[in-house]
């Protein structure tokens, strides 16, 4: 099955589990779409329905490709850079350019950057925040669904390393926001009032980080 949008034809991938119960539409990193439904869901249902929700799909189609532009390539710190292989260094930050070795681990590379970046800027808020608490422990790891983690037992806040490509006030946001779930461990309005409270554009760059 395919639907043609624009001129474009994006493959449609049809995933059928017994648990589901309802049928949702997603577009995956391959601008494939993903229908998943139950078993009991007839073609015809499921065309129908692409057909009823084709300018969501549309809006879906073009926030990926955004998403997808967004981690195409190298960033450092809110800048992309053009990426020229060499062989007489390891990696080389040129004004628009990263001269790089193909042999380097950059994750490796990128989590030094970001131990000495995130702890700085944890320093700072932490001084800074609104609320006494205590002193966290950072953490930093890659992870597929979540910027930040707070583990409010432990005292330990876990940052994404991938925050290291972004602008640096969304690692800011990302720090406000963990520190506020040691006084708030819900997301009630209490804790966004106190992100506010830290940090009132919080909202500007919970929506921007979508867009990665």
């Known amino acids: 099955m395919k639907l043609q949008i624009d001129s474009q034809i994006y493959p449609i991938e049809i995933e059928r589990k017994r ?10 990193k391959d601008m494939t779409i993903q229908v998943t439904t139950n078993y009991f869901t007839s073609e015809k249902a499921i065309t129908k329905l692409i057909e009823e ?10 926030h990926q490709e955004i998403k997808n532009e967004n981690n195409t390539g190298f960033f450092y710190l809110g800048k992309k850079y053009d990426i020229v292989y060499v062989e ?24 030094a950057q970001a131990k000495v970046i995130f702890l700085d800027h944890l320093d700072q808020i932490y001084h800074r925040f609104s609320r006494r608490i205590p002193y966290p422990d950072l953490r930093i790891r890659k992870m597929t669904t979540r910027w930040g983690v707070c583990n409010t037992r ?9 925050l290291i490509k972004r602008d640096t006030k969304y690692l800011d946001y990302v720090i406000v926001h963990e520190l506020s779930h040691l006084i708030h461990a819900n997301h009630s309005s209490k804790f ?5 409270e830290n940090m009132p554009d919080y909202k500007k760059y919970r929506k921007e980080m979508k867009d990665f």
């Open 19 to 28: 648990t589901n119960k309802n049928t949702y539409i997603r577009v995956k």
């Open 88 to 111: 007489y260094c390891n990696i080389s930050l040129g004004e628009n350019k990263v001269f790089l070795n193909k042999n380097l681990d950059i994750d490796k590379w990128y989590r």
């Open 192 to 196: 966004w009032d106190l992100v506010e």
């Open 53 to 62: 929700n084709t300018d969501k799909i549309r809006k879906m189609l073009n």
């Open 154 to 162: 432990t005292k330990t806040i876990t940052l994404n390393l991938e």
